[in-house]
């Protein structure tokens, strides 16, 4: 198995040119941070200590062009080998950024567009795709008018009942606007007014890491009209948690799998402390099955105070790997009823900190780049 790191999630600043309604901002209290030149350059050097390069991905929850020394940061990732990746609003992208972008070889840009009309914008990005959509525009032609294909343009939308009507046009517009896929997560409600927006409620799953049994074997379906009778009892069958597959597929009943930790995913925040997950970089409150929890931040090490070779091979942080593969934690994707899942510092089989059984990623449910 290869343990070792590939993907950084570098968040250089929790300060954003945006309110969003639904950002994790409203459910935590703590002041702006930003990273120091040489937290980053700590970074990039203890880097060298590992046998590849990997991928450097400016983002986490704020907005990385924010950042006074981000085109700095980004040349130095490229000088060092590394590919690197940014999440934007893309406010902040206009034709003179767009133009360093490609002089600086950036490799993967995400843009976070997620409501094309002032109704559904509200709660999401605000009024802004008339400015992004310029701005993606004017990308498109300037990689046109050179003749080069980065950086690859990924768009990343957070679906609710408001604007998941909007996917459609928005696939549409993939030729003018230069993207190559869209990514579709879903809503996390940070607040409670938030919890009539999103598309899960009827959601579920079962311990599929039991395997299949007499009382809940697989139920492999061909694909069939979604508008068809078939479709109804498709969703009974995953509402009830059976260990459902879609054309050989899995679709429900598997175990949660954390993209994070099978990927070798971590995150430095401003301040140089260390995280497995993006969830796990803030302390913060969201709502899941109309019950609120507390998700407390976890950090292995600090790269100001110990090499980041040191933190990923440190003991704690191996076995907290080990045991997220084996998924040693309580079933509360399933359950959820439990006074223990007020927050993630426990549950019924554990109290080793952190406790992931209501892991919204590992389930499936939200995805990250």
């Known amino acids: 198995m290869n343990d070792t790191p590939q993907t950084l999630y570098v968040e250089l600043t929790t300060r954003c040119n945006l309110d969003c309604l639904m950002c994790i901002r409203h459910s935590w209290d703590q002041p ?54 940014m999440i934007t609003n893309g406010l902040l992208l206009d034709p003179p950024a767009a133009e360093r972008l490609l002089d600086l070889g950036l490799d993967k840009l995400i843009v976070s567009v997620d409501a094309m009309s002032g109704g559904s914008g509200r709660l999401l990005h605000g009024d802004t795709f008339g400015a992004v ?56 409600p940070h607040t409670p007014e938030l919890m009539d927006e999103i598309l899960y409620e009827r959601w579920n799953t079962a311990a599929g890491h ?68 993006l969830p796990l970089m803030h302390t913060h409150t969201y709502y899941f099955r109309r019950q609120a929890k507390r998700h407390f931040a976890c950090h292995f090490g600090n790269v100001n105070a110990v090499p980041l070779r040191a933190i990923w091979e440190s003991e704690p942080y191996r076995q907290f790997r080990d045991r997220v593969r084996r998924w040693e934690f309580s079933p509360c994707l399933s359950c959820g009823s439990c006074g223990l899942r007020a927050t993630n510092r426990e ?23």
């Open 210 to 277: 039991r395997g299949p049994s007499v009382w809940n074997p697989v139920v492999d379906v061909p694909l069939m009209d979604a508008f068809s009778p078939a479709s109804a009892v498709v969703d009974r069958l995953r509402d009830g948690g059976t260990l459902l597959r879609v054309a050989g597929a899995p679709v429900s009943g598997h175990a949660p799998v954390c993209p994070f930790i099978t990927q070798g995913r971590l995150a430095v925040l401003p301040d140089g402390n260390v995280s497995p997950c």
């Open 32 to 85: 702006p941070a930003t990273m120091p030149a040489a937290t980053f350059a700590a970074l990039l050097d203890q880097l060298r200590e590992f046998a590849t390069p990997v991928s450097i991905n400016f983002s986490g929850y704020g907005e990385p062009l924010t950042h006074p020394r981000f085109w700095e940061f980004l040349a130095q990732t490229k000088q060092a080998g590394h590919r690197a990746e």
């Open 133 to 188: 959509s310029s701005h993606l525009r004017a990308l498109q032609q300037l990689r046109l008018a050179r003749g080069v294909n980065h950086p690859e343009v990924w768009l990343e939308c957070v679906a609710t009942r408001r604007n998941i009507g909007e996917l459609l046009t928005l696939k549409g517009l993939a030729r003018v606007l230069g993207f190559t896929g869209i990514l579709v997560t879903n809503l996390i």
């Open 347 to 369: 549950d019924c089989t554990a109290d080793t900190f952190p406790r992931c059984g209501e892991c919204l990623w590992a389930a499936g449910l939200v995805q990250c780049p």
